[in-house]
């Protein structure tokens, strides 16, 4: 049986051509959540992070500026909706 992540098969990639953290996960067989821990080098059994760091290298996967950006900026919130007028108990 072929382990998760050692497929010479090529995996279809989006339009842009460029891996993302699903496609890591994917061909790795583990969750983006496991990829995310690889990245960000949280707790991950030493297996499984050399798994993913060798799908991360053959699949050239590099971090996406544009949308690291857009999640560390502030989100705009709409203000609470406010009754302005006074409920009176008559």
């Known amino acids: 049986m072929e382990q998760p992540g050692s497929s010479s098969a090529e995996i279809p990639l ?3 051509d460029r891996a993302t953290m699903r496609d890591v996960a994917l061909v790795a067989g583990v969750s983006m959540m496991t990829v995310s821990r690889v990245l960000n080098r949280g707790m991950v059994s030493p297996e499984t992070r050399a798994r993913v760091e060798a799908v991360i290298r053959r699949l050239d996967y590099r971090p996406n500026d544009k949308a690291q ?7 705009l919130r709409p203000a ?4 302005d007028h006074e409920q009176t108990d008559e």
């Open 14 to 16: 989006k339009r842009s």
């Open 69 to 75: 950006s857009m999640a560390r900026a502030p989100r």
């Open 80 to 83: 609470p909706a406010h009754d």
